[in-house]
């Protein structure tokens, strides 16, 4: 086993529980969460030797990993709105109120932001920096998914500076 095989090896163990963790807390399902985390480490594997090298490797495999959820939430959301507007019409929406839920309703890019920020307690620069967009970006998903949380579990929106 050559050296970047045994830091990869390394690098794998003491990162996929983290990165698994955020998935699921995008996704809410254990194993889709570790294929999509098993699919970002594949990536990674592939791009080993010129993301060994990056300040941030474990910022790397985060943020491709948070993208395929994101990609998945949206091909999820989408399916079931088709399915959810063909079996019952479009009458037929009322929200839960627990914030497990509330969560489910958010877009995949403010779900991810939120997860990174509250869950993660990571700051504003490196959730742009994981989900490749800018801070002012994760600013306004940060600012709408509060709004959305707020109006569906009936609770005031407090400011929150960053």
Request: aromatic share 10%; glycine share 4%.
């Given at each position: 086993m ?7 090896a390394?690098?794998?163990r ?5 990165v698994?963790r ?11 969460s ?11 594997l592939?791009h080993w ?5 990056y300040?941030r ?6 943020r491709?990993?948070?993208?395929q959820?994101v990609?998945?939430?949206k091909?999820?959301r989408?399916?079931?709105?088709v ?5 019952a019409?479009p009458d037929v929406?009322?929200?839960d109120v627990?914030l497990?839920s ?8 403010q779900r991810a ?9 990571r700051?504003v620069l490196?959730?742009?920096?994981i989900?490749?967009v ?16 707020a109006?569906?579990l ?9």
């Open positions: 050559s050296d970047a095989d045994l830091e990869f390394w690098f794998f003491a990162e996929f529980p983290a698994a955020a998935v699921f807390l995008i996704l809410e399902d254990r194993g889709r570790e294929e999509v985390a098993q699919d970002a480490f594949i990536q990674l592939v030797r010129k993301v060994s090298r300040d490797p474990d910022a790397w495999v985060r491709v990993a948070i993208r959820a990609r998945v939430l091909r999820d989408m399916r079931a709105v399915e959810r507007e063909a079996a019409g929406l009322v929200p627990d497990a509330a969560m489910r309703q958010l877009p995949p890019m932001s939120v997860v990174l920020f509250y869950f993660e307690d700051p490196e959730i742009a920096q989900l490749g800018s801070d002012g970006s994760v600013k306004v998903h940060l600012h709408r998914a509060r709004r959305r949380l109006e569906l009936g609770e005031e929106v407090d400011e929150v500076a960053y």
